[in-house]
DNA sequence: ACGCAATTGACAATCATTGTCATCTGAGTT
DNA sequence: AACTCAGATGACAATGATTGTCAATTGCGT
């Protein structure tokens, strides 16, 4: 029988284990070509096309936060659990957690009245940090 | 001398104005692919490049909202001039335009609080439409 | 140690988007 | 109306992120 524990996570490999313990590291969004770049400069170096799986893996079972820059290139976080959004600075991509518990109930008043079911949202605030803000006056 | 009320809009060519007014038919936000079909389907084919083109310039000119897909596909549609945000379809990509006082609010305080200056902020609500949800139910 | 399904990774394939550049054309000028 | 030419077009190539393929590898239960 299965140790019952690993919850439908899939085999403990070396490639995994990397991935997600930079995961924990990294506190900026990033790509997963940089992901991918960092592990091989930390010599755990793990095949490109892993890397985007094992994102893709922790993405679905909600353990990393997707989303896209501006040109469409998706880059991930490790997030805390709940729902939350993110407060992203354009120049150094230091990211804070933000909670609106109003926005929530907002946002699903709006989709109801409009009849639309299954609701979801995106919500990101972008703007300059203050330590960037602060190397941008000279 | 030029005529001075055409905004730096550059000339007015066929394939401008068939995109532009193709845009005014069209309320659900489309690709480029699509418009790009749809012009040829009308019989005022124009080049796919050209399509990209214009719609960058329009998204440029704050004349077309842009957003993307969850798959990283870029999507146009001609909004009002406001800010705004959209509610839209994930099957169909119906869209309405909605805006929320106490959202820009809670951005903007958030963003103080945390010493984030140049603040702006994004917001789409997706879900799934009236129609396309009875459509689901067979 | 054994066996096999899950996993890996080099490589090819896909697909949206952008770059190139020879050709065309809008719109002033004569 | 004919002339000019910078801006505009479009067929095609190139890029770049992401996904598909599949033979070789490996975790893990037996
Ligand atoms: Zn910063
Ligand atoms: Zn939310
Ligand atoms: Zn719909
Ligand atoms: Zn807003």
New interface residues.
């Given amino acids: 029988m299965t140790t019952a524990n690993s919850q439908a996570r899939g085999r403990s490999t070396r490639q995994r284990t990397a991935v997600s313990s930079l995961l924990d590291e990294v506190e900026d969004f990033r790509s997963a070509q940089d992901l991918h770049d960092l592990l091989k400069q930390r010599g755990e170096s793990v095949g490109l096309t892993t890397v985007y799986r094992t994102l893709q893996a922790l993405a679905d079972a909600g353990e990393v936060d997707v989303l896209?820059t501006q040109d469409?290139?998706?880059v991930y976080r490790r997030c805390s659990q709940g729902h939350h959004h993110h407060?992203v600075?354009?120049a150094c991509g230091r990211t804070?957690e933000?909670e609106?518990p109003?926005?929530e109930r907002?946002?699903g008043r709006?989709?109801s009245e409009?009849?639309?079911?299954?609701?979801?949202?995106?919500?990101?605030?972008?703007?300059?940090?203050?330590p960037c803000?602060l190397a941008a006056r000279g």
């Avoid at 409009?114 to 203050?130: A, K, M, N, P, R």
Wanted: glycine share 14%; with cysteine.
């Fill in positions: 896209r469409g290139e998706a407060l600075c354009r804070v933000v609106g109003a926005v907002w946002a709006i989709a409009h009849g639309f079911t299954d609701v979801s949202h995106e919500l990101e605030i972008f703007g300059t940090c203050g803000t």
